[in-house]
């Protein structure tokens, strides 16, 4: 033997008592450890469902405001164009020239169609909108062309993606949700 495990032996009361109370320190020593971490992950744990929740709450409130920006835009163009087509029919202002026209027409001119409900329809051109961008993102297609394709800015067109991303990951079960238990 070695000098140092005959230095070590020595200070050990009888040979097997020693190794074995020195090893049941060790492992008591690990357990101890072991535990801690399992406690801190469990609490880090706990905090991803109420972080969950912020996220999604912040989400739907951004989402929300964008719709409502929209409506309010879509509302004030109607507004302008209904304006624009009293003046000219009024002789306010002169009428557009007719490759002008061709291109956008007037409201009073558009043929009258009855939707089912607006709120439905606009749903539903949303929903469209929705996949379309969904659909371009997954083809490789860059933010700025989807944006100019869809008439919409890029920042929305990446919310757009983001929005879908979180309800794809909420159909998703929970990885974590047995560690929680």
């Not at 072991?34 to 469990?42: A, E, F, I, K």
């Not at 933010?143 to 159909?171: C, F, G, P, S, Y």
Request: with cysteine; glycine share 4%.
């Amino acid at each position: 033997m070695t000098r140092w495990t005959e230095i070590l032996m020595s200070h050990m009361t009888p040979w097997p008592i020693g190794v074995l109370f020195t090893a049941s320190a060790v492992s008591f020593l690990f357990g101890i450890i072991g535990t801690v971490m399992l406690l801190r992950v469990r609490r880090t744990l706990q905090a991803v469902p109420r972080l969950q929740e912020r996220l999604d709450t912040l989400t739907n409130s951004v989402a929300l405001l964008t719709d409502t920006t929209e409506a309010c835009f879509r509302a004030l163009s109607t507004q302008v164009e209904f304006m624009r087509a009293a003046a000219v029919a009024s002789g306010h202002i002169p009428a557009p020239p007719v490759k002008a026209r061709a291109q956008a027409p007037l409201p009073a001119t558009a043929p009258a169609q009855e939707p089912i409900s607006e709120t439905q329809a606009e749903v539903t051109a949303r929903k469209a909108r929705q996949r379309r961008v969904v659909g371009a993102a997954r083809r490789g297609e860059a933010l700025a062309a989807i944006a100019a394709r869809e008439d919409l800015a890029e920042t929305e067109v990446a919310l757009r993606l983001h929005v879908n991303q979180q309800h794809q990951q909420a159909a998703e079960p929970a990885r974590y949700g047995s560690l929680l238990s």
